[in-house]
């Protein structure tokens, strides 16, 4: 029902910016919980940062200060702010969508493919 495509990612050096945007398309974006997941090489895909349909945000603690997540239910898009860029950030960035999205992905229903950030030292 609900059909979502990331975009903005490639290869940065430290300390630089991308944001990453979601454009979601079916079902009603305003009511969903929009949540922002990375994946690394060897390691489990993990909350980055999550929006309700109020404008509520929720960060994971590494990247509190340098990530802004937000969202335009008029446009039907979601956005990751990335500021300050670290190598340790470096892997595939998803967007995600669900009614009642939790903490972990296994809560979110639909999901895009997923773009890749890269991060050189």
């Known amino acids: 029902q609900v059909q979502l495509v990331e975009s903005g990612g490639g290869l940065v050096q430290a300390g630089g910016s991308l944001r990453l945007s979601c454009a979601a398309s079916?079902?009603?974006?305003?009511?969903?919980?929009m949540g922002w997941f990375r994946q690394a090489p060897g390691m489990e895909r993990a909350l980055v940062a999550r929006?309700?349909?109020?404008?509520?945000?929720l960060y994971t603690n590494s990247v509190k200060g340098r990530f802004t997540v937000s969202r335009d239910n008029g446009k039907r898009t979601v956005y990751l702010q990335m500021n300050s860029l670290k190598p340790e950030d470096t892997a595939v960035y998803f967007c995600?969508?669900?009614?009642?999205?939790?903490?972990?992905?296994?809560?979110?229903?639909?999901w895009g493919q997923g773009t890749q950030v890269s991060v050189s030292s």
């Open positions: 995600a969508a669900d009614q009642g999205g939790g903490l972990s992905s296994s809560s979110y229903r639909y």
């Open positions: 079916g079902g009603t974006f305003s009511r969903y919980i």
């Open positions: 929006i309700t349909w109020s404008g509520s945000t």
